[in-house]
């Protein structure tokens, strides 16, 4: 499976990005997608996940009611919406994936160990 994101920018704070994740070389079905990102000087982490089944979960608290996660199998693509973006939202934006191999609402830690293909990531950055 290979993954390709876009969608990154320069936005100014309060401001609205959707970054997508375009999948190849497999079914995106039984894959759990992850989002992760990694601010300069800082360890990559766990934004948000959404499961085979469609059900999506948050890794961090601060971007809760914020941004969404969502996917379209049949175009083997995963988006990730970002609304009233932050400063401190700025740092470069992964997609990850981790194959279950079946439909369930299960999916992996916020660990980037726990996720096996990666994209090589889109650059958001927040400022006036």
């Known amino acids: 499976l290979q993954l390709v994101e876009s969608g990154g920018g320069l936005v100014q704070p309060g401001g609205s990005l959707r970054l997508s994740c375009a999948a190849s070389?497999?079914?995106?079905?039984?894959?759990?997608i992850g989002w992760f990102r990694q601010a300069p000087g800082k360890a990559r982490e766990g934004v948000l996940c959404?499961?085979?089944?469609?059900?999506?979960?948050y890794y961090v608290d601060s971007v809760e009611g914020r941004f969404t996660i969502s996917r379209d199998n049949a175009k083997k693509m995963v988006y990730l919406q970002m609304n009233s973006l932050k400063p401190e939202d700025t740092a470069v934006y992964y997609c990850?994936?981790?194959?279950?191999?079946?439909?369930?609402?299960?999916?992996?830690?916020?660990?980037?160990?726990?996720?096996?293909?990666w994209g090589q990531g889109t650059q958001v950055t927040v400022s006036s």
């Open positions: 959404i499961s085979t089944s469609g059900r999506s979960t």
């Open positions: 990850a994936a981790t194959y279950y191999g079946v439909v369930t609402d299960n999916f992996p830690p916020g660990n980037e160990n726990e996720y096996d293909y």
């Open positions: 070389g497999d079914s995106l079905d039984y894959y759990a």
